[in-house]
Nanobody, 122 residues
Framework: VQLQASGGGSVQAGGSLRLSCAAS????????MGWFRQAPGKGREFVAR????????HYADSVKGRFTISRDTAKNMVYLQMNSLKFEDTAVYYC????????????????WGQGTQVSVSS
């Protein structure tokens, strides 16, 4: 399984970025796709997730109303639209895939992408 994240970059506060995650190597039916982030000196933090089949979404409180996760099942792609970016959104963003959610934390996710850097200047 390969998860290839892209779309990171440097923006000013208030700006937008769209991250993409190309998924390959297995069928993702019944999977849950997630975005996590890790800021310098901090642990990995949940950002958003979406169920592959129904597109049901869930967000961290810190990004609710600003970020939107979506997926294109025909293209095996997952996206994270990030609007109204803040300095505290600066982190390496990872996409990940889980067969199912049990603990509802990062340990549920079996496959991880390589990460893409998002830098927001204030």
């Amino acid at each position: 399984v390969q998860l290839q994240a892209s779309g990171g970059g440097s923006v000013q506060a208030g700006g937008s970025l769209r991250l993409s995650c190309a998924a390959s190597g297995r069928t993702f039916t019944n999977s849950v796709m997630g975005w996590f982030r890790q800021a310098p000196g901090k642990g990995r933090e949940f950002v958003a997730r979406i169920t592959w089949n129904l597109g049901t979404t869930h967000y961290a409180d810190s990004v609710k109303g600003r970020f939107t996760i979506s997926r294109d099942t025909a293209k095996n792609m997952v996206y994270l639209q990030m609007n109204s970016l803040k300095f505290e959104d600066t982190a390496v963003y990872y996409c990940a895939a889980a067969r199912q959610l049990r603990r509802y934390d990062s340990t549920d996710y079996v496959w991880w992408g390589q990460g893409t850097q998002v830098s927001v200047s204030s």
